[in-house]
């Protein structure tokens, strides 16, 4: 990338430099993936007490319990209508908030106000906002009893799940998007708009395809994000019910690991969603990322 | 360009007034029900209007429960993950642009891997580690033999135990091993002119002397936009210091908010307290909003391209 001369030569002190950081993400990051995986083949007993190699026993037990299988369903169900509509709700409103009007300085400005709000908060503010008695729900709840409860049906609890992380996800999304929709030169423009193209016909025919890199961007970070920063909200506002309605894989593994003391469990669990979200991201830049011109 | 853009111009309208108003409408509630009484709550429900209670309540979550030290708690794993993160990833990027090494590549390949695998996924095991940071050594010992030779020779095995779990350490240095931040500042390093470098060594700066003379300086708005986005990330964190600290005193402001709610479904609970806490809680990471967007959204932005 660059000539020779152009470096530094010293042998020691790059060493030096990137040793801290390195050590950290050796102890904390590449050593926990490894013994979640190490794990999965081990019966390891709570408290230090000692395991014992049993192969793949640990797979068989996870992939036969019913329960798995639904976490991950509930899983990959919240992924996908999460995910779209914490990409499409930023995206039309990047796409608005890009014209000249009186109301886009204001959106920019306020859109990004969820980032300095944590999920359990916000959690904890939606679960009031919505509690069947007392929050927004309750007068329709006088007229219709039994119309919107998310502590006993576990779609309206589903619900509140996908707001609020749609919510808490506006800013960063809004921002690549609004970043992308910038960078596209005002030549594109008005060369559609001599062809005749109208402002409708633009937001299809030039917007859309020309931020294609940051749209595919958004879907690969938000779906990592939404299969793991939903543990605060389902801990503040459903606690994973009503019946495990709400109780998505990354909840059940702190269920299991932390108040059941089944790490074998916990890690062969952890071991599966880690292969899962690895495989996803490769197959989204296999599939996806092929298709998308970076040319401008 | 004169046309005529006007419906468009209208839905766009209407659609950034229900994005506000989404946004806004929850943390509206949210300061309109701290500002009443918990009987109002119960008679009336949602509180539309402000009332005249904001300070009892907020005097209530400041007397009654640990958030006060809790929000020291926060500032101070916020801060501390800001700092290092800045400070440990501006080296590592500046080792991995600037010098003639081999292992370049892979090092930063394997910074950048973290960024697949959030800490909310490897919570079991990272929390595992927290527990005796020495256990990937004695693991290590154990398995090429030296503890076997060291048992032999002098009756016991080395087996070293530290744990930084309910240390602000612990709660910080998962949230550091991160490789946004060398990302960030290689993508930085990369955009500044060859020459740049060139005139330095002809002016005989040495390795440490364009770190800080030059690099520095230069990077000043690359940090700054570093340091709000992860002191806001180190605010926000939820899982890893509800694990990370088992006691009160050493609980981040966020595990503490989320601890007032009670766990029984029984009467109601004191909504307009708790919705208190949350306008305390949220404070801090608001103000930083508000003073330093304009880095906010040039760090959301750059740790992306």
Same mark, same amino acid.
């Given at each position: 990338?660059?000539?020779e001369?152009?470096l530094f030569?010293h042998?020691w002190?790059? %060493?030096?430099?990137?040793?801290?950081?390195?050590?950290l #993400?050796v102890?904390?990051?590449y050593?926990p993936?490894?013994?979640?995986?190490?794990?999965?083949?081990f %019966?390891?007993?709570?408290?230090?007490?000692?395991?014992?190699?049993?192969g793949?026993?640990n797979?068989?037990r996870?992939?036969?319990d019913?329960?798995?299988w639904?976490a991950?369903?509930?899983?990959?169900?919240?992924?996908l209508?999460?995910?779209?509509?914490?990409?499409?709700?930023?995206l039309m409103?990047?796409?608005?908030?890009?014209r000249?009007?009186?109301?886009s300085?204001?959106?920019?400005? &306020?859109?990004?106000w969820?980032?300095?709000?944590?999920g359990a908060a916000?959690?904890?503010?939606?679960?009031f #906002?919505f509690?069947p008695?007392v929050?927004?729900?309750?007068?329709?709840?006088?007229?219709?009893p039994g119309?919107?409860?998310?502590g006993m049906?576990?779609?309206?609890a589903?619900?509140?799940?996908?707001?609020?992380?749609?919510?808490s996800? &506006?800013?960063f999304?809004?921002?690549?998007?609004?970043?992308?929709?910038?960078?596209?030169p005002?030549?594109?423009?008005?060369?559609a708009?001599?062809?005749?193209?109208?402002?409708w016909r633009?937001?299809?025919d030039v917007?859309?395809?020309?931020?294609?890199?940051q749209?595919?961007?958004?879907?690969?970070?938000?779906?990592?994000e939404s299969?793991?920063?939903?543990?605060a909200?389902?801990?503040t506002m459903?606690?994973?019910?009503?019946?495990?309605s709400?109780t998505?894989?990354v909840?059940k #593994?702190?269920i299991?690991?932390?108040r059941g003391?089944d790490?074998?469990g916990?890690?062969?669990?952890?071991?599966?969603l880690m292969?899962?979200?690895l495989?996803?991201?490769?197959c989204?830049?296999v599939?996806?990322g092929?298709? #998308?011109?970076?040319?401008? | 360009?004169?046309?005529?853009a006007?419906s468009?111009?209208?839905?766009?309208?209407?659609?950034l007034?229900?994005?506000?108003?989404?946004?806004v409408?929850?943390l509206?509630?949210?300061?309109s029900?701290a500002?009443?009484s918990?009987?109002y709550?119960l008679?009336?429900?949602?509180a539309w209007?402000?009332?005249?209670?904001?300070?009892?309540?907020?005097?209530k979550v400041?007397?009654?429960?640990?958030?006060?030290?809790?929000m020291?708690?926060?500032?101070?794993?916020? +801060?501390?993950?800001?700092?290092?993160?800045?400070?440990?990833s501006?080296?590592s990027? @500046?080792?991995i642009? @600037?010098?003639r090494?081999?292992w370049?590549?892979?090092? +930063?390949?394997?910074?950048? *891997?973290t960024?697949?695998?959030p800490?909310?996924i490897? !919570?079991i095991?990272? @929390?595992?580690?927290?527990?005796?940071?020495?256990?990937?050594l004695?693991a290590?010992l154990?398995v090429?033999?030296?503890?076997?030779?060291?048992?032999?020779?002098?009756?016991?095995?080395?087996?070293?135990?530290?744990?930084v779990?309910n240390t602000?350490?612990?709660l !910080? *240095?998962?949230?550091v091993?991160?490789?946004?931040?060398?990302?960030?500042?290689r993508? +930085?390093f990369?955009?500044?002119p060859?020459?740049? +470098?060139k005139?330095?060594?002809?002016?005989?700066a040495?390795?440490?002397r364009?770190l800080?003379d030059?690099?520095?300086?230069?990077?000043?708005?690359?940090v700054a936009?570093l340091?709000?986005?992860?002191?806001?990330?180190?605010w926000?964190?939820?899982?890893w210091?509800?694990?990370?600290?088992?006691?009160?005193d050493?609980?981040?402001?966020?595990v503490g908010l989320?601890?007032?709610v009670?766990?029984s479904?029984?009467q109601?609970?004191d909504?307009?307290?708790?919705m208190?806490?949350?306008?305390?809680?949220?404070? !801090?990471?608001l103000?930083m909003i508000a003073?330093l967007?304009?880095f906010?959204v040039q760090g959301?932005?750059?740790s992306e391209k």
């Open positions: 990338m660059s000539s001369s152009s030569g042998c002190l790059p %060493l030096l430099l990137v040793a801290p950081l390195m050590l #993400i102890l904390f990051f050593v993936v490894f013994q979640a995986f190490y794990w999965s083949f %019966l390891e007993q709570p408290f230090g007490g000692g395991s014992e190699f049993v793949l026993q797979f068989a996870v992939l036969s019913p329960e798995f639904m991950g369903w509930r899983t990959i169900v919240f992924m209508t999460a995910s779209t509509l914490a990409v499409a709700v930023p409103l990047a796409i608005a908030a890009d000249k009007i009186g109301l300085y204001a959106a920019r400005n &306020i859109l990004v969820p980032k300095g709000i944590a916000i959690g904890v503010v939606f679960a #906002i509690n008695f929050g927004l729900m309750a007068p329709l709840n006088a007229l219709f119309l919107w409860n998310p049906d576990g779609t309206d589903f619900v509140t799940l996908v707001a609020a992380h749609v919510w996800g &506006i800013p999304n809004f921002v690549i998007l609004l970043a992308g929709l910038r960078s596209i005002p030549t594109m423009y008005q060369a708009a001599m062809d005749g193209a109208s402002p633009r937001i299809a917007q859309l395809p020309l931020i294609m890199p749209l595919f961007l958004t879907f690969v970070l938000e779906f990592t299969i793991t920063s939903v543990f909200l389902i801990d459903t606690g994973g019910g009503p019946g495990g709400t998505l894989l909840y #593994i702190y299991d690991g932390f003391f790490l074998s916990a890690s062969t669990q952890t071991a599966i292969v899962f979200v495989l996803l991201a490769a989204q830049f599939f996806l092929r298709r #998308i011109n970076y040319e401008r | 360009m004169v046309e005529n006007r468009i111009n209208i839905v766009a309208s209407i659609l007034a229900i994005g506000i108003l989404y946004i409408g929850p509206y509630l949210t300061l029900t500002s009443q918990y009987e709550i008679t009336n429900g949602l209007v402000p009332g005249t209670e904001l300070f009892t309540n907020m005097a400041i007397h009654d429960t640990r958030i006060p030290v809790q020291l708690n926060s500032m101070i794993v916020a +801060f501390s993950n800001a700092l290092a993160t800045c400070a440990l501006f080296l990027a @500046y080792a642009v @600037y010098f090494i081999r370049a590549g892979v090092v +930063f390949a394997l910074i950048l *891997a960024i697949m695998l800490l909310d490897r !919570v095991t990272t @929390y595992q580690v927290a527990s005796n940071i020495f256990s990937p004695n290590v154990d090429t033999g030296l503890n076997a030779l060291t048992a032999n020779m002098f009756g016991a095995p080395v087996h070293l135990e530290l744990s779990l602000h350490f612990g !910080v *240095a998962p949230l091993a991160h490789g946004t931040g060398t990302f960030l500042f993508q +930085f990369l955009t500044l060859k020459d740049l +470098f005139a330095a060594r002809m002016d005989g040495g390795p440490i364009f800080i030059i690099l520095l300086p230069l990077a000043r708005p690359s936009s340091f709000v986005l992860t002191f806001l990330s180190g926000t964190q939820y899982l210091p509800l694990v990370g600290a088992s006691t009160p050493m609980q981040t402001a966020v989320a601890r007032l009670p766990d479904d029984g109601v609970p909504f307009p307290m708790i208190a806490g949350a306008v305390l809680v949220s404070l !801090v990471p103000t003073l967007q304009r906010l959301l932005v750059l």
